[in-house]
């Protein structure tokens, strides 16, 4: 690797308004368990630490100069990123779709409760369901597995996907489900979304899928006329927990998640957001970090983990909470090494 790329130079810093650099200060450890040691300075700082076989796809994220252009039109907050593990379920199996597309179905596991439980094992705060049966016919399909997952699992378990009702939300969220997130009800019946933030505040959270800016309900088979920035916005100040953000068009296939997607809708509203779909490997998951400041608090992983082209456990060491440090230890943000 040639230090020399990644160095910061303290002339072009200067000119960094709206963009966030990142600067080798150091590396650690011998062969494969070499690790750089990496500075992100924008206004306020943090330090993580990659491994390096990790850093070896330099295309896929240019560790000098991330736009960040809007970050002064919001509020900046601290950055922090949970990575949530994802479990798609078709007739009780794991399965992962293609753009959200039922024909494209690519089946993961047999065992749901055991894929849970490696998650976990593995390090994960929090588990993603989703019933894809659910999603496309409105009714609970996968409900035996899922209340297995549920209990199975010490961390908290959000589920999506046919939730369509109030009775179902609160059945769920009486069995052990920590959150229920609500996809089309959100659009159709946005006042139950009110109703439920309000008698259940941090336990509902509103699932956004967007193709071309515009949301789609009903497993993505339809798409409406509202734009998902719109509908973001229409849940500020009801107690929702977060919006999961999905962008239709990457999801499901590693391309890298969708930043100008991500950044409009954290500048939506002030609700947290999660993002979801497109991430195949630890440089998308660090190329988040240029919208966390924004309120991007999450990412949603599935097919890279179980594809392998990403390690859960690298991931949450690279960024995990541990790795980064708040910018009031640097509080002029300035590179120190
Ligand atoms: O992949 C799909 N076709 C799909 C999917 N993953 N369709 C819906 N969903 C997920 C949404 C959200 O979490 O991302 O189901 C939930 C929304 O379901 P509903 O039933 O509330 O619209």
Request: charged share 20%; proline share 5%; glycine share 10%.
């Amino acid at each position: 690797m040639k230090q020399a790329a990644w160095t910061a130079q303290p002339a072009s810093l200067e000119q960094s308004g709206g963009y966030r650099h990142f600067a080798v200060l150091g590396q650690r450890g011998r062969g494969a368990e070499r690790q750089v040691e990496l500075q992100a300075v924008l206004q306020r700082s943090f330090r993580l630490l990659v491994p390096l076989r990790e850093l070896k796809d330099r295309r896929l994220w240019q560790p000098g100069w991330q736009p960040l252009a809007t970050l002064q039109d919001g509020p900046s907050r601290a950055a922090a990123m949970e990575i949530i593990p994802a479990i798609d379920l078709l007739d009780g199996q794991c399965v992962r779709l293609h753009q959200g597309n039922y024909d494209q179905v690519t089946q993961f596991s047999d065992d749901p409760v055991a894929q849970a439980l490696s998650w976990q094992e593995q390090g994960a705060q929090r588990l993603h369901l989703v019933d894809l049966d659910g999603a496309r016919s409105g009714e609970p399909v996968n409900d035996r597995v899922v209340k297995a997952i549920t209990a199975a699992l010490r961390i908290p378990v959000q589920l999506g996907g046919g939730v369509r009702s109030s009775e179902r939300a609160e059945e769920l969220l009486a069995c052990g489900l920590d959150r229920v997130i609500l996809g089309t009800v959100a659009i159709e019946q946005p006042e139950l979304v009110r109703q439920l933030a309000k008698r259940h505040p941090g336990r509902v959270v509103v699932g956004i899928d967007a193709k071309d800016g515009l949301v789609a309900t009903r497993g993505w088979l339809e798409t409406s006329s509202v734009q998902a920035t719109d509908l973001a916005r229409s849940f500020e100040g009801t107690g929702v927990a977060a919006i999961i953000s999905t962008d239709i068009a990457t999801d499901g296939t590693l391309s890298g998640p969708n930043l100008e997607a991500l950044r409009a809708m954290a500048q939506a509203s002030s609700i947290p957001v999660i993002a979801s779909g497109g991430v195949g490997n630890l440089e998308h998951i660090l190329s988040l970090l240029s919208v966390a400041p924004l309120g991007v608090e999450g990412v949603i992983v599935g097919r890279a983990l179980y594809d392998g082209s990403l390690d859960l456990k690298e991931a949450l060491e690279a960024i995990g909470p541990e790795r980064l440090q708040d910018a009031l230890t640097s509080p002029n943000g300035s590179i120190t090494g």
